[in-house]
């Protein structure tokens, strides 16, 4: 009969409900609520896709091909996000900016009390919970934006919680899973996470089936969910288009060129501490969490989590790829990092766990959940999340937008590539874009090499200008296009400000407005 390896430690690592930090104190996880919802910008996404999912709400069914653009006009759009997208517009048209904030807090919420309750399966301490759940709210705070990927924190986090409860209790009901990956497919391409996260629980638990001469029983068994889940992802109005997509934007030569969280981690750490070295703590937290998992499992090894583990070091190497991972793998970590830390501390004292963890007297601990309740509140509010208005992350042309109304200038538009979504919400429906965030799912990849070289005044650039019918160009007065422009004849500038450059065909009558170049003040953008 095999023996246990499960170290010493663990006999005082036991699951109580006392170990809850929920039960322990509430207020706490509201604190870290509060602190992983504190960042609430307009991301350049935003606008497309509050005004895709209002579109087909109007139109009772999915837009399936493009009426945004003129160089992929009439192509089909593998929309991977529709489902959020509905939802977000749904919030919208029901309570405005509010119900978009509403939103992004429900899913925030959503993903730390997940985690509180996965890290309850630990045994760890309530406080050594609360300081990981903490580094987790610090960390994903820059990622909780009113995005489809805050669909995919959430979800991940409820995932990881039926792992855990199946790798320290066997309570799992990893048959959930099957469900909740054909709704995660509609609502963000981070499905494919949690399918990573299931297969690779599945490979490493039947692998130690295997070898401790268990069978195969839980390895077929869990290996049948993980199949049965990757295929309830087809259950998409695209079916397979939606995996095509997902494999196209991660094989996309020019991801990592035009969207910059897709960089590697470490180049993304350089450049905050070139350009701002206090927001560098922001990417330093996930790998200080890194190494503290690292150190804790050294410290103190456990076989029953190692597929907990194998998940977190798998996201780790995801996030070290690819910025954006970043959250994904700070989620991943917090459940065996708190295992090992419990582990590390109990093997560490030699008086009973349950005595540590006693609740302060009643009397006490109420009023120390209103007064941690108060803070959480506060921080909301210090963070505007009561406030009707949301600030922009990065300039945009308003006051070019401004002048094209006042005077009637509409066309196609050469654009910068984080403008797109902007100009589709503000254009007037004649007016078209040349490229916007959706880049993946709609526009060819030849589209997308010729806007790089033109935007970076590579060779060949100035191509652009001759191939398409562009009626108008707006760009950063930072672009490297700029020079492109200005060497052109057959080019006027007409509008010009600190966020905006806006170039007419010489010859169209917006070139011979009186008083053009006009020179405007740049105008704060917000959205809407």
């Not at 297969?199 to 130690?208: E, K, L, P, S, V």
């Amino acid at each position: 009969m095999p023996q246990s390896t499960e170290p010493p430690a663990a006999a005082r690592c036991k699951v109580t409900a006392r170990d809850s930090l929920l039960r322990y104190s509430p207020a706490l996880v509201s604190v870290a609520i509060a602190i992983a919802d504190s960042v609430r910008l307009a991301d350049p996404d935003l606008w497309g896709h509050v005004r895709f999912g209002q579109l087909a709400l109007s139109q009772h069914h999915l837009v399936l091909r493009d009426t945004f653009s003129y160089s992929a006009a009439g192509r089909v759009v593998h929309d991977h996000e529709w489902l959020s997208e509905i939802v977000a517009a749904t919030m919208y048209n029901a309570a405005g900016i509010f119900g978009l904030k509403l939103m992004k807090l429900a899913l925030t919420a959503a993903t730390i009390l997940f985690l509180a309750l996965a890290e309850a399966e630990t045994g760890a301490p309530a406080l050594a919970q609360f300081a990981i759940l903490l580094a987790v709210a610090v960390t994903a705070a820059p990622y909780m934006q009113f995005r489809p990927q805050m669909f995919t924190f959430a979800l991940l986090s409820g995932m990881l919680l039926m792992l855990a409860r199946d790798a320290y209790r066997r309570t799992g009901r990893l048959w959930l899973a099957i469900p909740i990956l054909a709704v995660w497919a509609n609502l963000h391409g981070g499905f494919i996470m949690g399918i990573a996260a299931l297969g690779i629980y599945a490979a490493c638990c039947g692998f130690q089936e295997v070898a401790s001469g268990r069978g195969l029983r839980r390895a077929l068994g869990l290996s049948a969910v993980t199949v049965a889940g990757a295929l309830a992802t087809l259950a998409t109005p695209y079916g397979l288009g939606n995996w095509y997509a997902i494999a196209h934007a991660l094989a996309n030569p020019y991801t990592r060129i035009a969207v910059a969280d897709w960089q590697p981690l470490l180049r993304a750490i350089a450049r905050s501490l070139h350009e701002n070295p206090a927001g560098a703590i922001y990417d330093l937290a996930p790998l200080a969490m890194m190494a503290a998992l690292a150190t804790a499992w050294l410290l103190a090894r456990e076989t029953s989590d190692l597929p907990l583990v194998a998940i977190a070091a798998v996201m780790s190497v995801a996030a070290l790829l690819s910025q954006r991972n970043v959250p994904i793998a700070a989620i991943a970590i917090a459940v065996p990092l708190a295992r090992h830390v419990a582990l590390a501390m109990a093997a560490g004292r030699s008086h009973d766990h349950a005595a540590q963890s006693e609740s302060p007297r009643p009397r006490v601990r109420l009023a120390n959940q209103l007064v941690l309740a108060a803070i959480a509140i506060a921080m909301l509010a210090g963070t505007n999340f009561f406030s009707g208005r949301l600030a922009a992350t990065a300039p945009y042309p308003a006051g070019a937008l401004a002048f094209m109304k006042e005077h009637g200038l509409t066309g196609n538009v050469l654009n910068n590539f984080l403008w797109g979504e902007y100009l589709i919400w503000h254009l007037p429906p004649e007016s078209k874009v040349f490229v916007d965030g959706r880049y993946d799912t709609v526009y060819p990849e030849s589209v997308l090499r010729q806007f790089m070289l033109f935007h970076f005044d590579k060779p060949g650039g100035a191509d652009i200008l001759e191939q398409w019918p562009h009626d108008f160009v707006l760009i950063a007065p930072d672009s490297g296009s700029n020079r492109i422009m200005k060497a052109r004849a057959g080019w006027k500038l007409i509008y010009r400000d600190d966020s905006a450059m806006l170039y007419a065909r010489a010859d169209s009558r917006a070139a011979g407005l009186p008083g053009v170049p006009f020179a405007g003040a740049a105008m704060p953008a917000r959205f809407p």
